[in-house]
């Protein structure tokens, strides 16, 4: 079996090597594994559950950059807002408000991507692209000033089909240059143009790559297996 240390350097390898963020996704593993791939260097860690990320961020050093990947409920969001680097899950304005207002409190402003829903299922959390322009062209963004969205994430569904995976994908970077070429939608929510692309897993992260994303989340390449499925 190979180590973390092995498999972060193999993975890296094959990751472009400028403007890219590789989050390794440590959700279920123990501190020791997390503690492993920061011996090797490594500082962006991606975790979908809001209790274990702020135990593994309360034992591990404290210059890990920490990324809620998952679903975040709203009465959570308090719990991870004093110092969670990016929040890649953000697919409300419920929750948008819910970040801005803890975000506020402590004096932050985080950093938060939009969650597209790409992929066929049914059961992957979302905006759908037209809720998504609805939403930005409502100019929602502007309300909150703590919360300062920095791109979009999104799950392509989980299959073999690599054409569908693509297709999802694109569809994905697509959104992505339609808001950037867009400077009266970027200035009506008081927006940057974005930055982040998140997508990509462990079986689908080179197709991801070759359609624009320039963050990938890597668990079970990096970790090994996870003992159940989340
Ligand atoms: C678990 C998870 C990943 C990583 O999945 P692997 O297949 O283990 O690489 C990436 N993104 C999200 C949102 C996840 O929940």
Redesign the pocket.
Known sequence: MPTIAENLKLINSQLPSENFTLIA?S?TKPVQAVQEAYDAGHRHF?E?KVQELTQKHEVLPKDILWHL??HLQRNKVKYIAPFVHLI??VDSEKLLQEIDKEAAKCHRIVNCLLQVHIAEEETKFGFDKTELFEFLDSSALSKYPNVRVVGLMG?ATFTDNTLQIRREFASLREMYQVINANDELLSSNNLSPLTVLSMG???DYRIAIEEGSNMV?????IFGE?NYK?
């Open positions: 996704v959700k991606g979908n990947i998952g890649h899950s799950m897993m462990s079986g989340r890597i668990g079970t390449a996870r989340v």
